[in-house]
């Protein structure tokens, strides 16, 4: 027995992405690794898990002489079926990521790769995501995988407040103009959607769904302020969804 | 023009679904609806949205004389386009459901119902789900659809409070038991994962997620409590996850 703390890493472009390899290289000395992740891209899956079709999981010899596991199901099953049937024990850490584009503020919620941070915190599991901000593949995961390594670093000595993951996200930038890591608040942001309007070669409508990110915040504590003045955000994320103050007031109506 | 609120009904068991109708049934008189619902089910599909592949929507007639779409997509997709395809403008009020089974505590994070109903709340929509705690298709909706009617008169003349959905469970009981109405905050809950292991016709294995559910908390203030003592629970939701006082603790660390 090892006395390395085990590992489990995921993400949601799938177990082939260069940002989980680029977070596995960051992180494999740290620990016992084991990369148990989707078998196909699984981005803006939200929370969603598996339930009405069966799943499978198969080894692969990706990661050489790490382990891993591609799964055919969405990164919340991935963190489900390998606490379940690969590690057969809840890891000291889960890592997912480092996404291709940002997770900063609203998007925590339409995002894969903070779905599987989410079920490992709501598990009981230390849990973190880490998004680059450049959806590009060939995009330079050097500063962020940097990153993901001093913070992986610091939540196995600091330890996590109970029920909180964290939503950690990478400016695209040079190394040289970071300005630091900084703690923030979710920003008060949203997407203006936009459908994209196309006709079929049969003459019937179809839409894709585009749309235009606009931040509301002018805080300058938020993750969206932060990653906009070249530093790297950190939010701790919660899963009690409760809006504790208006309990009070809805209190008042009548019913 | 009429002065009538403006009234977006989704669900995510399908716009076929026993549920939605009571639901549109309920609250019909209440203003002008507009049934935007998936044209399948959407269960456990969490925040989901459709990016990868384009949306399809098409008119139908199962609500007679109320307008009614069916969309290929995820319940928050529903929202999306309802909003920007087929209302042209921001309705007055969003009800998602009634929901075929309990999206109390933890399963808010895992509902397709409540991320409707959050998507909404996210475009600024004065939004609430409804869940009834019985699975079955031939479930009585009598009771949920009484109070998801006195639910709705209270938002329309109350309002909620800025960046608040609603997350209404009912329990599964005769009306004469009902206890009341009680606004809660989400009980801290999860599920024990239990996958089911088979073997395909080709000897190969395949996984289906169970799981057992159990509620850690103690307080009588939650929504299990409230369910589990006959009354029908108001959880008040937010979709800033932030974990505000985690901010200070975590800005202690050393990066």
Not at 98 to 117: E, K
Request: glycine share 8%; hydrophobic share 40%; proline share 5%.
């Amino acid at each position: 027995m090892s006395n390395k703390p085990l590992i489990l890493i995921t993400n949601d472009d799938g177990i082939t992405a260069p940002g989980i390899k680029a977070l596995v290289n960051a992180v494999k000395d740290l620990g016992e690794i084991i990369v148990v992740a989707p078998d196909a891209p699984q981005s803006a899956m939200g929370h969603a898990i598996t339930i009405s079709k069966p799943l499978r999981l198969s080894q692969t010899d990706l990661y050489g002489e790490i382990k891993s596991f591609q799964c055919s199901g969405t990164p919340a099953d991935c963190v489900k079926l390998g606490v379940d049937k690969v590690m057969h024990r809840k890891p000291d850490l889960l890592l997912s990521g480092i996404n291709h584009g940002s997770n900063s503020s609203i998007n925590v919620l339409y995002s894969g790769t903070m779905s599987a941070a989410m079920e490992g915190c709501i598990e009981g599991i230390p849990s973190a995501g880490f998004s680059l901000c450049d959806f590009s593949y060939e995009a330079d995961f050097t500063l962020a995988a940097e990153i993901a390594r001093k913070i992986t670093i610091n939540i196995l000595k600091e330890k996590l407040p109970k029920g909180v993951l964290l939503n950690v996200n990478i400016p695209k930038i040079p190394k040289e103009l970071l300005q630091g890591i900084k703690i923030c608040r979710q920003a008060n942001a949203k997407w203006e959607e936009e459908f994209d309007e196309r006709l079929d070669p049969n003459g019937r409508k179809y839409y894709w769904l585009t749309g235009k990110f606009t931040n509301f915040d002018e805080g300058q504590d938020t993750d969206e302020w932060a990653l906009a003045n070249n530093y790297a955000s950190v939010v701790p994320v919660q899963f009690d969804l409760t809006a504790h103050e208006a309990i009070t007031e809805i209190n008042k109506w009548n019913f």
